[in-house]
C-alpha cells in the first residue's frame, strides 16, 4: 500500500511538473526575452531604421519563398511520375521454400537446439 501511494504521488508531482510549471516557465522565459530584444532592437532615435530592415527581411524571405515554390511547382510537373530509368526486374529461378515441406527426424531437431543455445550462450 505504501509503494502504492508513492507511486500514484510521484505520477502526480510529474503531470504537474511537466503539464503546469514548465509551460509557466517557458512563459515567462519568452515576457523577459521580449522585453529583453525590445531594449536592444528598438532604438527610439533609429524607429525608421528598424522597420526598415523588417521590412527588407519580409520582401528578402517573400522572394525566396516564391523562388523556392516555382522551382518546386517546375520539378513537380516536369518528374511527377515520370520515371525514365530502366529497372531491370531481378531473374529469380530459385524454389520458394514451404516451410511445411521440410521434415525433421528427433535427432536432427536435438542437434539444431544445441546449435542454437550454444550460440546464444556464447
Known sequence: MKRLIIFITSIL???????LIIPLITAIAWIFWSLFIY????????????IYVF?????????????????????YKKYYLKNKRNII????????????????????????IKIFCNKNNT
Open 39 to 50: 531594449k536592444k532592437l528598438f532604438i527610439k532615435e533609429e524607429f525608421k531604421g528598424t
Open 13 to 19: 508531482g510529474w503531470f504537474i511538473i511537466i503539464y
Open 55 to 75: 521590412f527588407l527581411l519580409l520582401i528578402i524571405s517573400l522572394i525566396y519563398f516564391i523562388v523556392l515554390k516555382a522551382w518546386a511547382k517546375y520539378n
Open 89 to 112: 526486374p531481378i531473374k529469380n529461378n530459385y524454389e520458394r521454400l514451404d516451410i511445411k515441406k521440410i521434415e525433421y527426424s528427433g535427432e536432427e531437431i536435438d542437434e539444431l
